[in-house]
């Protein structure tokens, strides 16, 4: 290539991370930590050679918008806001960033189990607004994670870690994947079940799968109902893994002890939405694989990924190797 290539980087994490990409290409980037409008967002990547993006929706019409655009770095390991079908018609690389944030967000999936099994939430509250006036016998009772029975929707990298978290707490381990996981039942002594029966056996069920058609909408009326009146939820995966109004009749009916969602649908939740209303709903604004360190790597390894495209090497976290072949790129 001649002239520099040119990037669009729709969100930063880290300037200086920035400035080492700085160093390959000409790199305009929007400078606030929110999304561009869908308007500015297609203009922004009209000349674009590569496309570093946060959860924006690439899509055929943004590469359509894009001629020039030959890869997609997301900043994020789950990947539904890319059509990867049409990245891969129009000879245009996608790739994630997978492994870096595993850890931390095993981290965040017991933060929410904790929460949500010793009423944190509302006992928090409680304790703020002055109701908290001596030592409860009967205040804010939960449910023990020790001894417990957790269930894992998805026993895939996340999974995996936070099976092993579960291990040390003492708990006993299901999971239901399409395939069975074989290495992480070595590893961690989870035990594969049907889907109906880590519904119907699990004490604490944490979602940690992709948003696929075969996911979306996981978790409905029918789920809630088959599971352990006393059970919670744990949601860590995307938002539209669970059906959202058939959990807030779920919670408002006690139908489950609890919930507490990393990920809504919608995301973000109207502020007057039911479910903020709920003392057994505790609710975190997306924060799985929200640390300074891991949020670094995980740009650091979306500009890696340019880095390497914008060599004509196969990024190292390419999510459709064939896409140069097949729509016709270099
Ligand atoms: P991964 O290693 O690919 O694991 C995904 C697991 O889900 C696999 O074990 C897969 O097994 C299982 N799965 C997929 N479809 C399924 C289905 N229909 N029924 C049952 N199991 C199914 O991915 P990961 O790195 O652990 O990440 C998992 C997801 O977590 C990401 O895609 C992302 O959406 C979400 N995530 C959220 C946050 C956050 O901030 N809240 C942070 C990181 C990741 P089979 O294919 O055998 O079914």
Not at 4 to 9: A, E, G, L, S, Y
Request: contains cysteine; aromatic residues 6%.
């Amino acid at each position: 290539m001649s002239e520099r290539p040119r990037v669009f980087v729709s969100r930063v994490v880290d300037f200086d991370l920035l400035a080492s990409l700085e160093q390959v290409a000409e790199v305009r980037h929007n400078a606030a930590d929110q999304a561009l409008p869908r308007a500015a967002l297609l203009e922004a990547v009209r000349d674009a050679d590569a496309l570093l993006c946060g959860p924006d929706r690439v899509d055929a019409a943004l590469l359509a918008a894009a001629p020039s655009l030959r890869m997609v770095a997301n900043c994020s390991v789950g990947y539904d806001n890319i059509d990867l079908a049409a990245c891969t018609a129009r000879g245009v690389w996608a790739s994630n960033t997978p492994g870096v944030l595993t850890e931390t967000t095993a981290d965040m999936a017991f933060a929410l189990l904790l929460a949500a099994a010793r009423q944190l939430g509302p006992a928090r509250d409680a304790a703020r607004d002055g109701a908290w006036r001596e030592f409860y016998y009967r205040g804010w009772l939960g449910r023990d994670l020790h001894g417990a029975t957790l269930g894992i929707a998805g026993l895939g990298r996340i999974g995996t870690a936070i099976a092993r978290r579960a291990h040390g707490f003492g708990m006993r381990i299901l999971y239901h994947n399409r395939t069975p996981n074989v290495a992480a039942e070595a590893e961690t002594g989870a035990c594969w079940v049907s889907k109906d029966a880590l519904l119907r056996t699990s004490d604490f069920l944490v979602l940690v799968m992709p948003l696929s058609p075969s996911t979306r909408g996981f978790i409905g009326a029918a789920e809630l109902e088959a599971m352990k009146r006393d059970a919670v939820l744990v949601n860590i995966a995307r938002g539209p893994v669970v059906d959202t109004a058939s959990l807030t009749a779920a919670l408002q009916a006690r139908r489950i002890f609890g919930a507490a969602l990393d990920v809504t649908d919608p995301e973000p939740l109207p502020a007057d939405h039911p479910l903020y209303r709920l003392d057994n709903c505790f609710i975190a604004p997306h924060l799985g694989s929200a640390t300074l360190r891991t949020r670094r790597e995980m740009f650091r390894m979306a500009i890696d990924n340019i880095r390497a495209a914008l060599r004509d090497e196969l990024p190292p976290n390419c999510l459709n190797p064939d896409a140069r072949r097949v729509g016709g790129g270099a």
